[in-house]
């Protein structure tokens, strides 16, 4: 009699239990996919950006020059005054 209700409850430990470890067994090897795939993509942007870094550096600058522009010409503008 004992066993019968002591067998549901070592079932449903094993149940988490089990569960439990695949879904952390899961997770891991996601985690470790995901990291492997961001490294792959990190070397092919490495390689392609530092063969254009002299271009890059001229796009940045041009960027830099025309925000700088844009800011100056928003301080120094006088308002239109229409009567």
Do not use: W
């Not at 549901?8 to 470890?21: E, G, I, K, Y």
């Not at 490495?46 to 960027?63: D, H, P």
């Amino acid at each position: 009699m004992y066993l019968v209700a002591i067998d549901p409850l070592n079932d449903f430990v094993a149940l988490v239990q089990h569960s439990l470890a695949v879904i952390i067994t899961d997770l891991v090897l996601e985690f470790v996919v995901l990291n492997r795939l961001l490294h792959v993509e990190c070397v092919a942007l490495q390689s392609i950006l530092g063969l254009q870094t002299i271009t890059l550096f001229l796009v940045f600058l041009l960027v830099s020059l025309r925000i700088s522009h844009h800011l100056l010409y928003l301080l120094l503008a006088q308002t239109t005054c229409k009567v």
